[in-house]
């Protein structure tokens, strides 16, 4: 499943900007107290007694020593240097896999969403362009790698970061980015029947979200953190809907 719906395209570029400004500070900071009567290894010194009384360090050790030390280890032939690495980091062997190109999709796509089902990937609306969003869906045909079956998506369906599930038929839709840009989140939600391809709306979340993490189990589609409106503070609610073939089965969300 190709579900990469939680890129922040366009806070990217206000963080690369607060992140320059905050270094440029720190530069400035470390100027005027090298050039006061400070010296800076005493700034230093005193940065780091502070952090260490401050924190719990997690001593990372230096990783060019260790370096030499396993080359000096080898040399000496001292043995096998050791490492201390959870199991969880240890090296497996990697598949073989070999890339392939497959055929250009029909349009360019930033942050759309996408969902298998059996031979068929359904990839839905994305930006085109900063400016300018899809409202359509493509199909991708596994078994004779081919694009084709564009149909359109319902106008109210958000076009960027999307909660999507499937059960294996219905693709649910749920809320997102409505329009180009950095638009606000709706709240909308829909099921495409994949047989018919024909929309059908379902109860709306009860708040807009970006991105959402969507999921359908034990008959409930589960919807969880996400954006909140202003785009960067999470949402920490956990919303759930009782769903049948497509049919919502309740009203409304539950908690
Ligand atoms: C996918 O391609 C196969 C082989 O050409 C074809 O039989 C099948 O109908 C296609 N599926 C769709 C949904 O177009």
């Known amino acids: 499943m190709a579900r990469s719906v939680v890129k922040h395209t366009c806070t990217r570029y206000s963080v690369i900007l607060t ?31 502070w952090a260490l009384q401050k924190s719990r360090i997690i001593v990372v050790p230096n990783v060019a020593t260790i370096a030499e030390k396993i080359v000096d280890a080898k040399d000496k032939k001292e043995g ?17 896999l ?17 969902i298998q089902i059996k031979n068929l990937l359904y990839v839905f609306a994305g930006y085109g362009s900063l400016d300018y969003v899809h409202s359509h869906v493509d199909i991708y045909n596994f078994t004779d790698n081919s694009w084709g079956g564009r149909f359109d998506m319902p106008k109210e369906m958000a076009h960027s970061h999307l909660g999507m599930a499937t059960d294996g038929r219905y693709i649910y839709v749920v809320s997102g980015q409505y329009g180009p840009q950095c638009r606000g989140p709706v709240a909308h939600t829909f099921v495409l029947d994949t047989e018919t391809k024909i929309w059908q709306s379902m109860p709306p979340l009860p708040a807009p979200r970006y991105a959402p993490a969507t999921q359908l189990w034990r008959g409930r589609l589960h919807v969880m953190g996400g954006s909140k409106e202003n785009r960067h503070t999470p949402g920490l609610e956990h919303w759930s809907l009782a769903v049948n073939n497509g049919k919502a089965l309740e009203k409304a969300w539950q908690d």
């Open 80 to 96: 096998v240097p050791q490492r201390f690495l959870s199991a969880t980091y240890a090296d497996l062997p990697a598949p073989d």
């Open 19 to 49: 992140l320059s400004g905050l270094l440029g500070a720190a530069l400035v900071v470390d100027f005027l107290w090298a050039s006061s009567s400070f010296s800076s290894s005493a700034y230093q010194s005193i940065a780091s007694n």
């Open 98 to 114: 070999q890339w392939e190109e497959m055929p250009a999709a029909p349009v360019p796509r930033l942050d759309g969403a996408a």
